[in-house]
Every structure is written in structure tokens, then in C-alpha cells.
């Protein structure tokens, strides 16, 4: 299946710092892409969809200014935590399809820690 | 967004057939049923999914009841490796964007 590449695996932080996460589509092109969290013990949230090209579109209830996604190119997503705080600690997960209405492949997710 | 139920948690014995069920009475015309599986601390993992017909793929098999209300998700041959999160989502024409509810906590044991 197709792969998506999400770096870092975990990050540590101070409070106050901004910490960028990249969602890589290593096979293939993705004119969208989709930002979750989860916390422990807890299911996935859609936090926004990226769209090549476009602003994000941001679920109700996150803050786009705290949570800037870029999607400068077709095999690129970034997603940046500005001013982290400790309960932006969370497991931040980014996937993407092959083509609209297709099945999602997932990245491996990238673990936050804000100290 | 159409709303799923799953149960919380399942038991299973490795090597015997694993049957999750999914609730999904609200579903769309054209919404398909996916499932994933999320293992502690990894992404999900595509399973299988499917719009009317039953499925089958090498990981699994889905049984859809004819008014689509609901599905059952079969792993006919478990393994301790299927121990995770499974979570049963419907997917229309939104573009691909998946929602997911609480999922089934499958445990198999030895």
C-alpha cells in the first residue's frame, strides 16, 4: 500500500516553544491531507483537513492561529504547535489518500511532550 | 456524520475466529464501511471496507447485513499480533474525510 512518512516520532518541548511536524506522501501525490490527535486511552479527533495549495479547513473548536497547517506542495504537510503548552502534550497523527473518496493510509504519528 | 457503535471491549483466543460487531443505523446510501485497526502507540492500519456485498481480503472479511444497518468484522484465524483498537467508520463522498468513534478494544489471548 501506498506509505506516509511522519517525522518526528516524538518531540519533547519547553512551554511557550513552537514544534513543526511533517507528513510526508512518499508514493504518491496527495492533494489532501488530514491532521488527528488523540489522547491516552482516548480515539482519534479530525483536527483539520490540508489542502494543497489552500488554507486548511479546521474542525470546530480548533484554533487554526494555534495549529498552522501548510500544504505547500503535493507530498508535503506541515503542521506547526505554536506557543506549546503542557496540555498540547498528545499524539498527533497525519494520513492522506491516494485519490478523493479513497481509503486513508496513515502516518506512524508523532508523540508531543510539553514540559 | 453517521454515527457508529461498537462494543468497548472483546476477548478472543489465539487461533479462533474474531467477530466485531458495528452498529452504523444511520448510514448514507453511499457512504462505504470501513474498518481500521490501531495498535498502542501506531497509526491505524486499513483493514477492509465495503458498500453492500460481503468482502474479503487477506487480512479479513466483512459481513454487511442487507439493510446496511449494520456489519460484522471476521478474523477468522486471530493471532496475539491482532491485539489493538478496531474501529468501524462510514465513509461517503466527503472527500476522504474519515471521523472515528470509541472503537473495539480486541485483546486476544493466549
Known amino acids: 500500500g501506498a506509505v506516509v512518512s511522519q517525522h518526528p516520532s516524538w518531540v519533547i518541548c519547553k512551554s511557550g516553544t513552537s514544534v513543526k511536524i511533517e507528513c510526508r506522501s512518499l508514493d504518491f501525490q496527495a492533494t489532501t491531507m488530514f491532521w488527528y490527535r488523540q489522547f491516552p486511552k482516548q480515539s482519534l479527533m479530525l483536527m483539520a483537513t490540508s489542502n494543497e495549495g489552500s488554507k486548511a479547513t479546521y474542525e470546530q473548536g480548533v484554533e487554526k492561529d494555534k495549529f498552522l497547517i501548510n500544504h505547500a506542495s503535493l507530498t508535503l504537510s506541515t503542521l506547526t504547535v505554536t506557543s506549546a503548552h503542557p496540555e498540547d502534550s498528545s499524539f498527533y497523527i497525519c494520513?492522506?489518500?491516494?485519490?478523493?473518496?479513497?481509503?486513508?493510509?496513515f502516518g506512524s504519528g508523532t508523540q508531543l511532550s510539553v514540559l | 456524520d453517521a454515527k457508529t457503535t461498537q462494543p468497548t471491549s472483546m476477548d478472543c483466543a489465539e487461533g479462533r475466529a474474531a467477530n466485531l460487531p458495528c452498529n452504523h443505523s444511520t448510514i448514507s446510501g453511499n457512504e462505504y464501511v470501513y474498518w481500521y485497526r490501531q495498535i498502542h502507540s501506531q497509526g491505524p492500519q486499513y483493514i477492509i471496507h465495503g458498500l453492500k456485498n460481503n468482502e474479503t481480503n487477506e487480512m479479513a472479511s466483512l459481513i454487511i447485513t442487507e439493510d446496511r444497518k449494520s456489519s460484522t468484522l471476521i478474523l477468522p484465524h486471530a493471532t496475539l499480533r491482532d491485539t489493538a483498537v478496531y474501529y468501524c467508520t462510514p465513509l461517503g463522498t466527503s472527500g476522504s474525510r474519515l471521523t472515528f468513534g470509541e472503537g473495539t478494544q480486541l485483546t486476544v489471548n493466549p
Open positions: 494520513s492522506a489518500a491516494v485519490a478523493t473518496n479513497e481509503k486513508l493510509f
